[in-house]
């Protein structure tokens, strides 16, 4: 009998480890194609509202943004990824994303054709990037997910959004922030 409480046990312990390998994602339309970004880097999502322009910036940042007071930079990541800008339509939103950087928090707003919903998804089901042939840089994509019949390319928001260019970012909310002062 004591065997089978083990068994009983051993398999409940399973069952917790299978849990534990199923992660969340949001994901997103952008030109066409379906992406997702692990859910835990998430803050919330808003509507679209129109970034004030900070001149001699990369084109791909559209601006900065007020939320609550925190100046936060928006990236056009259609842009990012060299296609065409983002179409602005109804459906347009802005992922806000937290990111550690000098071991501060850093706010980035990311513009998205629209917002679909959250995946669990086993990370048994997680593909490695392909190594060619996607329309993206490869060290952007942390892995590739089938849900349906469609894949879910799975963004590396670390390497999508630079150190180098996150020290810029740093730089440009600081800089609006004082000059709100």
Known sequence: MAALNILRR?????????????????????????????????????????????????DFIRGVMNLRGAVVPVIDLSLRFAREPTALNRRTCIVIIEMEHEEQCQLIGVLVDAVHEVLAIPDDEIEPPPQFGSRIRVDFIQGMAKVDSRFVVLLDVDKVLSLSEMSLLSELSR???AEEE
Request: no cysteine; glycine share 4%; charged share 25%.
């Open 175 to 177: 800089q609006e922030e």
């Open 10 to 58: 051993s398999d409940s312990y399973s069952a917790q480890q299978e849990s534990a390998e199923i992660r969340q994602f949001l994901t997103f339309q952008l030109a066409g194609e379906t992406f997702a970004i692990g859910i835990l880097r998430i803050r919330e999502i808003l509507e679209y509202v129109r970034p004030t322009v900070v001149p001699l910036m990369p």
